[in-house]
């Protein structure tokens, strides 16, 4: 029996072209939002931005 991550990863692969491209921006806008919200939480506790990057 194929666990579920394997059937979810075969599962992106299957579709359109239209899909699979507006999947990968999806993913790629959370992951900078993600990023985002990180340094937030960093300035809110004191952290300066020059030593973010």
Same mark, same amino acid.
């Given at each position: 029996? @194929? &666990?579920?991550? *394997?059937?979810?990863?075969? #599962?992106?692969? =299957? #579709?359109?072209?239209?899909? %699979?491209?507006?999947?990968?921006? @999806?993913?790629?806008?959370?992951?900078?939002? &993600?990023?985002?919200?990180?340094?937030?939480? %960093?300035? #809110? =506790?004191?952290? *300066?931005?020059? &030593? %973010?990057?």
């Amino acid at each position: 029996m @194929q &666990s579920r991550e *394997k059937r979810e990863y075969r #599962g992106l692969h =299957q #579709g359109t072209p239209f899909r %699979l491209q507006n999947r990968l921006f @999806q993913v790629k806008d959370a992951l900078e939002r &993600s990023k985002l919200e990180f340094h937030d939480v %960093l300035i #809110g =506790q004191g952290f *300066k931005l020059d &030593s %973010l990057v």
